[in-house]
């Protein structure tokens, strides 16, 4: 039975996540345009990190003692930014300063930029042996620090990953938590058209990870995926989320080329603005009974 301090924090991970969201929205429509797809379908999962399963430090961001992000599939470096703002790494003005000139937020994360990002990516499947680098460094420091490493589903077309994987495997680096968000889309079309990646689970399970599939959705599910894999000591570990891109605002989910949208037709910017007026009565709503 969950005590009453365990259902708090749970609906501040659901707030969390509405916020992060609605933020997302807020900046790419602002901006005019960008990846919301692929930022959408991991709102819940930076919620529950940032929320609930990580160590870190806003005031600190460079703290030893942190877990660290790699979000190899950098252009979802907007939910990455929502969340950071949100749990006060800087101030959340800046989210509209996205792509700008000289800002703190460029398109992909950098890591000479945003404080509370921890590697630069951009690069498809470069994260995945950034990640395993740092998690082999924490290792020889003896450090109970996990890397968390977001992988996307198309990402996987990049031979390098399978590299890393394999490099990850074999040394059964328990401290980097494989993250896979299976969206079933990237920038051409549908994954199983482009290269169909077959069972993602299957694979792993094949190269020596143990596995679990959850929900992407779910934050209960991701939770308790995340807890799970931490209790692994004897191999790698991969969580496959299975995902919808343009996860949480039914138009984009059904919107075909939803990959980096166009905030330019009237049908777009209203469904933006019904979402966000959605969302923003949702968070008033439950920050009262918080």
Known sequence: ??????????????????????????????RGYGHLGGSLSLVELFAVLYGKQMKYDPKNPKWEGRDRVVLSKGHAGPVWYSTLSECGFFDKEKLMTLNDGGTMLPSHPDRTKTPGVDMTTGSLGQGTSTASGIATALKMKHSD??????????????????????????????NCIVIIDDNKRQLDGYTKDVINPFSIEAKMKAFGFNTQTVKGNDLDAIDEAITKAKSVTDSAVCIVLDTIKGQGVKFFEELLDNHSVKFNTEEVNRATDEAKASLKKEIEEEEQHV
């Open 1 to 30: 039975m969950f005590s009453h301090l365990e259902e708090i924090m749970d609906k501040k991970v659901e707030i969390l996540a509405k916020k992060v969201r609605y933020d997302i929205l807020d900046m790419l429509q602002h």
């Open 145 to 174: 620090n996990y890397v968390y490493l977001i992988v996307g589903d198309g990402e996987l077309n990049e031979g390098q990953c399978w590299e890393a994987f394999q490099y990850l495997a074999n040394y059964k680096m328990n």
